[in-house]
């Protein structure tokens, strides 16, 4: 009897040491992330259906500051057929809400269909809405706190002033 005591007091303290430091380590680790806030317009906030006929949304993103700014109306990319999914093209594929990349090695990604698609997608400079409405969910390269770009009209962008990762495509 005296033996089973010592065994279930040891275990006792090993399960309790494990659970203490799983809860620290999760507390840690950042596994909670906070929910994405919104961009800050700089300048006047330009929603991206606001462009004239033939025309698409062009803006500038800082994912350092959390800031966007409209950057004028230009002429649209051709538009292929809708996809009922999201299908992951690389290389993107004319019409596709696409993650450009800062500079080579990295690849562009081309986004088509409908619904959302998690991953992460590093060292991007650009997102380009495609034939459907895109919008992503990011943060800087370096860290910090994650934000949700607006949704994109069919061929607006947003180009960064320095690198973001991408955790999230919603089409």
């Known amino acids: 009897m005296r033996m089973s005591k010592k065994?279930?007091?040891?275990?006792?303290?090993?399960?309790?040491?494990?659970?203490?430091?799983?809860?620290?380590?999760s507390a840690a680790g950042g596994s909670a992330e906070a929910a994405p806030s919104s961009l800050t317009w700089v300048g006047e906030a330009v929603p991206s259906d606001a462009a004239?006929?033939?025309?698409?949304?062009?803006?500038?993103?800082?994912?350092?500051?959390?800031?966007?700014?409209?950057?004028?109306?230009?002429?649209?990319?051709?538009?292929?057929?809708?996809?009922?999914?999201?299908?992951?093209?690389?290389?993107?594929?004319a019409g596709d809400c696409v993650l450009a990349p800062t500079s080579v090695p990295y690849a562009s990604?081309?986004?088509?269909?409908?619904?959302?698609?998690?991953?992460t997608w590093a060292n991007r400079?650009?997102?380009?809405a495609g034939v459907e409405r895109c919008a992503g969910t990011y943060r800087a390269q370096s860290g910090g706190p994650a934000f949700n770009t607006p949704v994109l009209a069919p061929g607006a962008t947003i180009v960064f002033t320095s690198p973001a990762v991408f955790s999230q495509v919603r089409i």
């Open 7 to 25: 065994v279930v007091a040891v275990t006792a303290l090993a399960v309790g040491s494990l659970l203490a430091g799983t809860a620290s380590a």
């Open 52 to 93: 004239p006929a033939g025309k698409v949304a062009r803006y500038q993103a800082d994912p350092e500051a959390g800031t966007i700014t409209f950057l004028g109306f230009g002429e649209p990319e051709p538009e292929p057929e809708f996809t009922p999914f999201i299908v992951v093209n690389n290389p993107p594929r």
């Open 125 to 128: 400079q650009r997102i380009t």
């Open 109 to 119: 990604y081309g986004f088509r269909g409908a619904g959302t698609i998690n991953g």
